[in-house]
């Protein structure tokens, strides 16, 4: 039985419970549940923080309720007249509260979030296929597929093209209109890939269903509902910076 | 950001910068990326079939400066080499060599990528070409 990993991952705000300072009670993340008053902040992470599982599908209209609701109830306002202490606390959870907002309620920054505390570093893994494929002789698995690859360099020669033609105070329409082209392609390709996180979502969230309900998931399962993820973004990333790329060239 | 001299006159003077014809038997071209920074190189090796020495290397890297001086090391020193010799050729090697700080390392990782992608092609080439341009020549 994986159990550590059901704590460790499937761990509820009611869970991170200590006894709050004024009272003794036992409390909740933020508040005493006896007295009300507010608590140093724990350090928990985002999903913790708002009392949520780490599932990556998120109802955000209830999310935006409960982060309106702690916001008034964080408000250093609240303790005007309390301690300096509780001043301090509050204003430390509120800022914990607006971080932890900000990255849930955005779908990448979310994902990304997941994916470094389930401890990926997206630069990591491509380092770790660099020295796999020093270690055993064979050819690094890329990323980025050879197919993107081939793309990303012809339209990089476009546009070192274009910039030349600029320098030199000559217009090539065709050429731009080339650009534009692949362009519009790779923007499109932008969009797909948040359409296709989205779908990795759900195998992920089964897994931490599964584990809630008290079945046993694999390192193996997690790694791989995990990797297909990091590719992923990988790729996306890569054409997000791409089309930066086009952009700058053709406002130059 | 400063970049060190060796770095710069890399940049600045990029010693074999081309590209040399994909299709041919005894090129092996190395095509990667680095989703990180959005840098793409391109090395390529052109290797004597008989010696197994890389006789002429060329590259055309689009990314920052360091990448560039990376790629621009890596076709220099696997010139005369064995293609044996050149996959020992390690990114900490060059990160040595052109003083790169530590958030330029993946460039150096980068280019021995490269390298290696190359060498992988070229090889590949001699198990499934060789009988065709046997019967060629």
Excluded at chain 1, 190 to 202: C, I, S
Excluded at chain 1, 237 to 248: F, G, K, S, T
Excluded at chain 2, 53 to 70: L, R
């Amino acid at each position: 039985m994986a159990n550590s990993f059901q704590t460790a991952t499937s761990t509820p705000a009611q869970d991170v419970t200590q006894s709050c300072w004024s009272c003794g009670a036992m409390r909740t993340a933020y508040f005493c549940k006896a007295c009300g008053k507010v608590q140093p902040a724990t350090p928990v992470d985002y999903f913790t923080f708002f009392g949520l599982p780490r599932k990556l599908n998120v109802d955000l209209a209830a999310l935006e309720k409960d982060f309106y609701l702690l916001s008034r109830k964080l408000h250093p306002d609240v303790v005007a007249q309390g301690s300096r202490m509780e001043q301090e606390w509050s204003l430390q959870q509120s800022s914990l509260l607006n971080d932890a907002y900000r990255t849930l309620k955005d779908p990448v920054r979310r994902t990304e979030y997941l994916l470094r505390i389930e401890g990926v570093e997206l630069e990591e893994q491509s380092k770790a296929a660099s020295d796999k494929a020093r270690n055993t002789g064979e050819a690094k698995k890329q990323i980025v597929p050879p197919d993107l690859l081939e793309e990303v360099f012809e339209l990089n020669m476009q546009l070192e093209e274009l910039r030349m033609q600029k320098k030199m105070g000559e217009d090539d329409p065709a050429l731009l209109e080339e650009i534009g082209k692949e362009k519009l392609k790779l923007e499109e390709k932008h969009e797909a890939h948040l359409r296709d996180l989205k779908a990795y979502w759900g195998n992920w969230d089964t897994l931490i269903e599964r584990e809630q309900h008290g079945d046993a998931v694999s390192p193996e399962e997690r790694r791989q509902a995990r990797d297909k993820m990091v590719d992923l973004l990988n790729r996306r990333n890569y054409v997000r910076n791409l089309v930066r790329d086009v952009n700058e060239a053709l406002e130059q | 950001m400063s970049y060190s001299d060796k770095v710069l006159d890399h940049y600045s003077n990029p010693r074999n910068v081309g590209s040399m014809d994909k299709s041919s038997a005894d090129v092996g071209t190395g095509l990667v990326g680095a989703p990180e920074c959005g840098d793409v190189m391109k090395l390529q090796i052109k290797v004597n079939r008989d010696t197994n020495v890389i006789e002429d290397a060329k590259f055309k890297t689009f990314g920052c400066g360091s990448a560039i001086a990376s790629s621009s090391l890596a076709t220099e020193w696997v010139k005369g080499k064995t293609v044996d010799e050149a996959l020992s050729i390690k990114n900490m090697d060059i990160v040595k060599e052109l003083s790169l700080p530590p958030v330029k390392i993946h460039c150096s990782v980068l280019a021995e990528d490269a390298i290696r992608a190359a060498i992988g092609d070229w090889k590949k080439k001699q198990q499934t070409a060789q009988p065709v341009t046997a019967e060629a020549k």
